[in-house]
């Protein structure tokens, strides 16, 4: 009996293994050739009475080689658009020429597809101004149309299959926001849905998909594709990071390529070979991603590129230089072509923000293709790769607060200087309300837009408020630079006064600031973590938290420093502990270049007894830990 079962179980595996698919490759050179040898469908006009328009409406159906009435078949419907009508994938993308070839093949699953007019209303035809705003209405009326409409019209006219399991909808451009609109929509309706290059008529992905545990459930396959240099990608890439962060599987393909049929066919070839089939989930993330602009690049910047694999491609044109490289921590030689275009692609880089640099004959500049940012005591590249933990940050549709720059003059340090400040969304209209306030502090080489760009404080504040993970607050986010050599005591010094005498007055003066030190929370990272450091242990009288990120005395620099604060810890410590709720140190594991010092602070600290709270968070000494820093830290206070 055990051999039987044993035999079963094989059996049952072995099914599974060959029926479920692979991967499928991009669209061989022939692919869409018209071949004589091979048995062809047939393409034929319908036309369906649409109750949603009040008239009679036209669609082209495609029947598979060898069609039968005696057999049932699924359906895709196949959405073209918003410069086109039911004729478009006709003219363009010759669909049976496509499929004929794959039926031939023994690639793809006997079916049907339907190719109707997403204009839905009187005058349905592709003429006059196609963005007028009734016709870019009747794009999005067109799903009553098709749902009360034309698939009853289908599944009574021609032998289909009427469950779910059995019907895709996929387009190209203002289809495919249609098909991932309609889809996402009516998961009891479709199964298999994709979108190719889809257009700004796509919802957002909150709204696309509001449940991703159903999602996930009842999804067979969400296929997204796009062209790299597509001016329209930045839609595709918005659902696809929300969906990566949500975890419903998806396959996120892009390819070299624009906002043509040459894109949109490739998509029709490779989603076609995977419906109505068993899938594997697990081969969706091997789907290569060739070429991906960075979200950090300025707007229409087709490079920096970020491959599947996080490698990255930079181009920049300097036909007069001698020598290029890039500096992301290592540097990599650029090759020019005969246009004076240098290129270089990287090894992989690891998720999260980095800064970089171009090194154009030994000179260090910014890329003018990327976003900029104050970093490495300079105005300096910044590129964003991909982070599936980034969840927290993401833009999300939720209430949002707004950061605001404040001006003002210090007479510690005898100049005009200026902070950043988060304002929590509700702010202006809760005139009554005082808000807890967390100062939070740079790191080395950075100034007070270092939390409010880099470490996306706004964005993880936003969420978890809107979560209720953490209570509205101020977050104050000052310029810690006060002159002085770096890590000696006398800008430790100066900043403590100036945070003392000149910051936190200026808040609670000009904002609506609880002004208890319960209410009042002190952070920094690195550099900023020594300052909280020297600040906050002595002066936890106007703190009830501290949050030190990826930082620790520096040895044996600081040990004087840092001895100081231990004899004032040990004669303290009663206070210390009565006086702070939170003492949260945290660092980038063992590759953190401030590892080893924050092992020995800790070490100190469980001598003098002083109550604190550690963590790691792997990823080192960069953005991608410290705002993780933020988030958890920030869920901790003023409860």
């Not at 209405?137 to 098709?146: G, I, R, V, Y």
């Not at 690049?297 to 230089?321: G, S, T």
Request: aromatic share 10%; proline share 6%; with cysteine.
């Amino acid at each position: 009996m055990k051999k039987i079962v044993s035999n079963l179980t094989f059996l049952l595996l072995f099914t599974i293994t060959a029926f479920t698919q692979g991967i499928i490759e991009h669209a061989p050179p022939g692919f869409d050739a018209l071949r004589a040898d091979i048995p062809h469908g047939r393409i034929d006009t319908i036309t369906y009475n649409s109750a949603t328009v009040g008239n009679p409406r036209k669609a082209l159906i495609y029947l598979p080689p060898g069609f039968s009435k005696k057999n049932k078949y699924p359906v895709l419907y196949l959405l073209h658009g918003i410069g086109g009508d039911e004729m478009e994938w006709l003219k363009g993308g010759t669909p049976q020429v496509v499929l004929d070839n794959l039926y031939a093949g023994g690639k793809i699953e006997p079916m049907i597809v339907v190719m109707p007019n997403g204009r839905a209303m009187k005058d349905d035809r592709a003429t006059g101004n196609i963005m007028a705003p009734d016709k870019v209405q009747a794009f999005a009326t067109f799903e009553k149309d098709l749902l009360n409409d034309l698939i009853p019209y289908i599944q009574k006219k021609y032998p289909v299959y009427t469950d779910r399991e059995h019907r895709a909808i996929a387009g190209l451009s203002m289809g495919g926001g249609q098909s991932l609109n309609f889809g996402l929509g009516n998961l009891d309706t479709f199964a298999w849905i994709g979108g190719f290059s889809s257009a700004p008529n796509t919802k957002a992905p909150e709204q696309l998909v509001p449940d991703p545990a159903a999602a996930r459930q009842k999804i067979k396959l969400l296929w997204i594709s796009c062209g790299a240099s597509d001016g329209l990608i930045s839609f595709s890439k918005r659902t696809h990071d929300y969906l990566q962060k949500n975890n419903v599987p998806h396959i996120y393909y892009i390819e070299p390529g624009v906002h043509d049929f040459k894109v949109w066919k490739n998509g029709l070839f490779m989603f076609s070979q995977l419906i109505f089939k068993p899938v594997d989930t697990a081969t969706f993330s091997k789907y290569p991603v060739e070429g991906a602009p960075a979200e950090t690049n300025v707007r229409n910047a087709k490079y920096p590129q970020v491959l599947a694999d996080h490698r990255v491609v930079f181009h920049i044109k300097a036909p007069e230089a001698r020598k290029v490289q890039v500096d992301l921590g290592r540097k990599y030689d650029m090759v020019k072509d005969s246009t004076g275009v240098w290129t270089a692609t990287t090894d992989s880089i690891s998720e999260g923000f980095h800064y970089y640099s171009l090194l154009i004959d030994d000179v260090a500049v910014a890329d003018p293709a990327s976003e900029t940012f104050y970093g490495m005591g300079r105005m300096a590249s910044g590129i964003e790769i991909p982070f599936a933990g980034g969840n927290y940050y993401a833009l999300r549709d939720v209430p949002h607060g707004e950061i605001r720059t404040r001006k003002y003059f210090s007479r510690v340090t005898g100049s005009w200087r200026q902070l950043c400040i988060y304002v929590p969304p509700g702010y202006e209209a809760n005139v009554n309300e005082k808000y807890p306030v967390l100062y939070i502090l740079h790191g080395g080489g950075e100034d007070e837009t270092g939390w409010a760009m880099q470490g996306k404080t706004d964005l993880i504040m936003d969420n978890l408020i809107a979560s209720g993970k953490a209570g509205p607050m101020l977050v104050v986010m000052p310029d810690a630079n006060v002159g002085g050599t770096a890590f000696s005591e006398s800008p430790l010094k100066t900043f403590e006064a100036e945070l003392k005498e000149v910051i936190i007055p200026l808040v609670e003066k000009n904002y609506r600031a609880d002004t208890s030190a319960k209410k009042r929370a002190l952070a920094g990272l690195s550099m900023g973590g020594i300052h909280t450091l020297y600040t906050g242990i002595r002066n936890t009288d106007m703190f009830s938290s501290l949050g030190v990120f990826s930082s620790g005395w520096i040895q044996p620099m600081q040990n004087n420093i840092a001895g100081a604060q231990y004899d004032f810890m040990k004669t303290h410590a009663a206070m210390i502990n009565n006086n702070l709720k939170t003492l949260w140190i945290s660092m980038g594991g063992k590759e953190d270049i401030a590892y080893k010092n924050c092992q020995l602070m800790l070490a100190k600290l469980d001598e003098l007894n002083i109550k604190h709270n550690y963590s790691e968070y792997p990823g080192g000494h960069a953005w991608p830990v410290w705002r993780n820093n933020l988030f958890n830290f920030a869920q901790l206070l003023f409860k």
